[in-house]
């Protein structure tokens, strides 16, 4: 079982910047791909990006592609989403969740919701024009 914590949301400026974090419960973090995702009201859970659980690989919707960057720190259990340059467009709750990547393939961009085993309780970031 793993618990994920979200932090570092808030209000920020557009063309500012942000980093949000998810913590880890648990002592096979390193074991797992993580990815964040975003939702606004009325609308599906929308991939942001995900990064291999080595964190020798990341990928990113096109969306952010450029502006957002993933990473982590296996040894602090914790991925982090730096937000540059945001856009209101990016006002979102944002999630972070977690796949086991024991037995499947760490190479692969895990994008898709059903693809994640965990998911943190969300974390709302409001960009201002």
């Known amino acids: 079982q793993v618990q994920l914590v979200e932090s570092g949301g808030g209000l920020v400026q557009a063309g500012g910047s942000l980093r949000l974090s998810c913590a880890a419960s648990?002592?096979?973090?390193?074991?797992?791909?993580m990815g964040w995702f975003r939702q606004t009201p009325g609308k599906v859970r929308e991939f942001v990006g995900s990064i291999t659980s080595n964190g020798a690989s990341t990928c990113a919707a096109n969306s952010v592609r450029g502006r957002f960057a993933i990473s982590r720190d296996n040894a602090k259990n914790t991925v982090y989403l730096q937000m540059n340059s945001p856009k209101p467009e990016d006002t979102a709750v944002y999630y972070c969740?977690?796949?086991?990547?024991?037995?499947?393939?760490?190479?692969?961009?895990?994008?898709?919701?059903?693809?994640?085993?965990?998911w943190g309780q969300g974390t709302q970031v409001t960009v201002s024009s």
């Open positions: 648990g002592r096979t973090f390193s074991s797992y791909a």
């Open positions: 969740a977690a796949k086991d990547t024991t037995y499947y393939s760490d190479s692969y961009c895990y994008s898709r919701e059903y693809e994640y085993d965990y």
